[in-house]
């Protein structure tokens, strides 16, 4: 299987200032259509996840466009460039290019 | 609007069988792939299975083959998931979720407790 590594797994982050989460790959996620299928989600307090950003870099719609994906292979990154307070929630990536679906261990943001 | 809808759960002992339900709308479920997604309490996110849209196709995460069965009808809009010889490592939330090479719509979730 895919094991999806995130990092850190706690990031606590002044208002208005940027964060970032690194997701790394065991293995390539380039699918052999070409496509890379890295997903990531929000998970706010007491709510369902909800995705931000599919194919490592295009965002759902409707997600600020502070939310931003970057990446390829094995290595990407979420970055969020001015943290707002309804941000606050525990992030995943997850691969989707094979079998089993795996995902990252979570990074939780909190305000400092 | 999309729409996933779970229900099913409950407390079973050890050993037990439940089955799950999604009831989808907002959406034409017949040409989706879905799937069941499980997060333990406190824990992190962990797929555990995908139904391609016909039926035709499953996969499962090692932890529940051959205990857990994932199905769907339709012409319902329902997908379901079969689950046996439930332990208490199956306590978790269970949220049906729509794929498209991706998992894009999530549910509310149910709550499956195994204990004694």
């Known amino acids: 299987d895919v094991v999806m590594t995130q990092s850190p797994l706690s990031l606590p982050v002044t208002l208005g200032q940027p964060a970032s989460i690194s997701c790394r790959s065991s293995?390539?996620?380039?699918?052999?259509?070409?496509?890379?299928?890295l997903n990531w989600f929000q998970q706010r307090p007491g709510q369902s996840p909800r995705r931000l950003i599919y194919k490592v870099s295009n965002r759902d719609s409707g997600v600020p466009d502070r939310f931003s994906g970057s990446g390829s292979g094995t290595d990407f990154t979420l970055k969020i460039s001015r943290v707002e307070a309804e941000d606050v929630g525990v992030y995943y990536c997850?691969?989707?290019?094979?079998?089993?679906?795996?995902f990252g261990q979570g990074t939780k943001l909190e305000i400092k | 609007e999309v729409q996933l809808v779970e229900s099913g759960g409950v407390l079973v002992q050890p050993g037990g069988s439940l089955r799950l339900s999604c009831v989808a709308s907002g959406f034409t479920f017949s040409n989706y792939w879905m799937s069941w997604v499980r997060q333990a309490p406190g824990k992190g996110l962990e797929w555990v299975a995908s139904i391609k849209h016909d039926g035709s196709e499953k996969s499962y995460v090692d932890s529940v083959k051959g205990r857990f069965t994932i199905s769907r009808d339709n012409p319902k809009n329902s997908m379901y998931l079969q689950m046996n010889s439930l332990g208490a490592d199956d306590t978790a939330v269970y949220y049906c979720?729509?794929?498209?090479?991706?998992?894009?719509?999530w549910g509310q979730g149910t709550l499956v407790t195994v204990s004694s």
């Open positions: 997850m691969q989707t290019t094979r079998w089993t679906y795996t």
């Open positions: 293995q390539s996620l380039v699918h052999s259509d070409g496509n890379t299928y």
């Open positions: 979720a729509r794929e498209a090479r991706s998992v894009d719509y």
